[in-house]
């Protein structure tokens, strides 16, 4: 990737394989034949983040010259993004914002991009496609329909159940596998591999769940779901990179920065990382050679990453926005929020994590500080605060548990509950509406009706099983809530960081 040079005002130029050669020299643009590229994935969930993420890593594999990777794009949402892809012949610009500069790179690597509801046989056609190895997804951790506490497929969605009753014609990413598996059985051909690239632990596993729980309802005697356990490989994946949305104003200004005019450009970080169980039966793209990580087993990088990424994310979510802070540079800005999380990750979250070859604790969590405070790849608090009720149960509680089951004082992450707790009335101090967005919308009203007693949520077993119901845990969770009633989050913090350490409130990492 090159850097940009100075635009002034000169004027962009659109973004298309016509275009290509008349781009600045500041762009890093495909050098490989785009026709040449072979369609063997077909990826659900054309978003941000894979177009950041796993398009970049298959976009530099094309331009080592491996060019049987191509990727057919599919939407089930989006009609826009397939509209505006098709008019920039399927190219969009990358931007990594780092703390010393932006750098750019057109990714030319989708061949097609399908929108699902306007023509399902396409999609379908697609994935029977004998080139076809890969099916990826990336639909969130709630798109999987599984049930957090009891791990089961729910199929009481009503997409669902028009699915069952028309299964040649899906509506929901479940219908589209179990279609096109049940077409390639019939046709003898060999699955595909369902590879899952959501931030969730054990997607693997979710989406083989998922997707044989689907087969099952469909078939009633399991015939075609026996085969897809047997036969489909499902191998689990740790990805990471903060990509945020990417507003007009960022659009206008990668244009102006950069001379090239996207209509759906991505900004991202520089860092990033793609950790995948190898079982790929029918073969699979060798990422290696572009830093990707093939291992046995995901579970111990999952783990790593979801309980000081993820929980960290949501550690300083809620209290920041409650505290005035909307973006995560700006909460790594304020030394108090700072050495809380440092403090919350290297006291309460890292201890009782496993070792991971080739993974420095120390060295990650400093790198993550730094990614969070990175003010040229700020975070949205307002995003990172979504799916509460999926994120506490997943990326905080776990180290609860495992701080419980140590017989050691866990205070930082009380605090951290109790923001979410607080968070869920639905207003900051000042009486402003806060954002809350999530598959729990039950729990608003009955925060609100709880107010300063943690208890009734505590008790919501959905959420947080037998731990809601550890008296210590549930002091320490009340003795937080109770605080945030009476000062704001920054005093609050100061004083549980004084119990559980030196009191100190500058960055020790």
């Known amino acids: 990737m090159t850097s940009a040079p100075p635009r002034g005002t000169a004027t962009a130029v659109p973004l298309s394989d016509r275009t290509l050669t008349d781009l600045p020299a500041g762009l890093s643009l495909p050098d490989y034949d785009r026709g040449?590229?072979?369609?063997?994935?077909?990826?659900?969930?054309?978003?941000?983040?894979?177009?950041?993420?796993?398009?970049?890593?298959?976009?530099?594999?094309?331009?080592?010259?491996?060019?049987?990777?191509?990727?057919?794009?599919?939407?089930?949402?989006?009609?826009?993004?397939?509209?505006?892809?098709?008019?920039?012949?399927?190219?969009?610009?990358?931007?990594?914002?780092?703390?010393?500069?932006?750098?750019?790179?057109?990714?030319?690597?989708?061949?097609?991009?399908?929108?699902?509801?306007?023509?399902?046989?396409?999609?379908?056609?697609?994935?029977?496609?004998?080139?076809?190895?890969?099916?990826?997804?990336?639909?969130?951790?709630?798109?999987?329909?599984?049930d957090p506490h009891t791990g089961e497929f729910d199929a009481d969605d009503p997409h669902v159940a028009r699915d069952l009753e028309d299964p040649g014609n899906p509506d929901t990413v479940f219908g589209y596998l179990v279609e096109a598996l049940h077409r390639r059985r019939a046709a003898g051909l060999p699955?595909?591999?369902?590879?899952?690239?959501?931030?969730?632990?054990?997607?693997?596993?979710?989406?083989?769940?998922?997707?044989?729980?689907?087969?099952?309802?469909?078939?009633?005697?399991?015939?075609?779901?026996?085969?897809?356990?047997?036969?489909?490989?499902?191998?689990?994946?740790?990805?990471?990179?903060?990509?945020?949305?990417?507003?007009?104003?960022?659009?206008?200004?990668?244009?102006?920065?950069f001379g090239v005019d996207d209509r759906w450009p991505v900004v991202t970080e520089p860092f990033r990382q793609w950790v995948v169980e190898d079982a790929f039966p029918l073969g699979r793209p060798p990422l290696e050679q572009v830093g990707v990580q093939f291992v046995d087993d995901v579970s111990p990088y999952e783990t790593v990453k979801t309980r000081l990424l993820n929980a960290g994310h949501s550690a300083i979510a809620y209290l920041g926005y409650l505290a005035g802070h909307r973006t995560t540079d700006e909460v790594l800005a304020d030394p108090v929020f700072r050495t809380f999380l440092t403090r919350l990750m290297a006291e309460e979250i890292a201890p009782y994590l496993p070792?991971?070859?080739?993974?420095?604790?120390?060295?990650?969590?400093?790198?993550?500080?730094?990614?969070?405070?990175?003010?040229?790849?700020?975070?949205?608090?307002?995003?990172?605060?979504?799916?509460?009720?999926?994120?506490?149960?997943?990326?905080?509680?776990?180290?609860?548990?495992?701080?419980?089951?140590?017989?050691?004082?866990?205070?930082?992450?009380?605090?951290?509950?109790?923001?979410?707790?607080?968070?869920?009335?639905?207003?900051?101090?000042?009486?402003?509406?806060?954002?809350?967005?999530?598959?729990?919308?039950?729990?608003v009203p009955m925060a609100q009706q709880a107010g300063a007693d943690a208890g009734p949520l505590?008790?919501?077993?959905?959420?947080?099983?037998?731990?809601?119901?550890?008296?210590?845990?549930?002091?320490?969770?009340?003795?937080?809530?109770?605080?945030l009633e009476r000062q704001g989050p920054r005093e609050v913090l100061e004083d549980f960081l004084g119990r559980s350490g030196a009191g100190r409130t500058e960055a020790t990492a």
Not at 60 to 67: H, I
Not at 206 to 229: H, N
Not at 237 to 251: A, G, K, L, N
């Open 36 to 146: 040449g590229l072979v369609p063997a994935i077909v990826h659900i969930g054309v978003g941000a983040f894979h177009r950041a993420h796993q398009a970049v890593y298959l976009e530099e594999l094309a331009r080592r010259g491996v060019t049987d990777w191509g990727v057919v794009g599919v939407g089930l949402h989006s009609r826009e993004i397939g509209e505006v892809l098709d008019a920039q012949d399927r190219l969009y610009t990358v931007v990594e914002r780092g703390a010393d500069g932006d750098s750019a790179t057109v990714v030319g690597v989708m061949t097609d991009y399908l929108y699902a509801p306007d023509d399902p046989e396409a999609v379908l056609a697609a994935m029977v496609d004998e080139r076809t190895r890969i099916v990826s997804l990336t639909i969130t951790g709630t798109g999987y329909r599984i």
């Open 355 to 443: 070792e991971v070859p080739g993974v420095d604790l120390d060295g990650y969590q400093r790198t993550l500080l730094d990614r969070l405070a990175n003010p040229r790849m700020a975070d949205q608090l307002s995003r990172l605060s979504r799916r509460g009720s999926s994120k506490i149960p997943n990326y905080l509680l776990p180290s609860v548990q495992a701080a419980m089951d140590a017989d050691r004082p866990h205070p930082l992450l009380c605090v951290a509950v109790a923001g979410w707790l607080r968070f869920l009335r639905g207003h900051d101090y000042a009486g402003e509406e806060v954002p809350i967005e999530g598959p729990r919308p039950d729990l």
């Open 191 to 257: 699955p595909f591999t369902v590879l899952s690239c959501d931030n969730m632990q054990s997607n693997g596993h979710a989406a083989r769940t998922a997707v044989v729980s689907f087969a099952r309802l469909r078939e009633g005697s399991g015939d075609l779901a026996e085969w897809i356990d047997e036969h489909v490989a499902f191998p689990s994946s740790m990805v990471d990179r903060i990509t945020p949305r990417t507003s007009p104003e960022e659009r206008d200004a990668i244009a102006e920065s």
């Open 458 to 483: 505590l008790s919501e077993r959905s959420i947080f099983d037998s731990i809601g119901q550890d008296r210590q845990f549930a002091a320490c969770v009340q003795e937080a809530l109770s605080s």
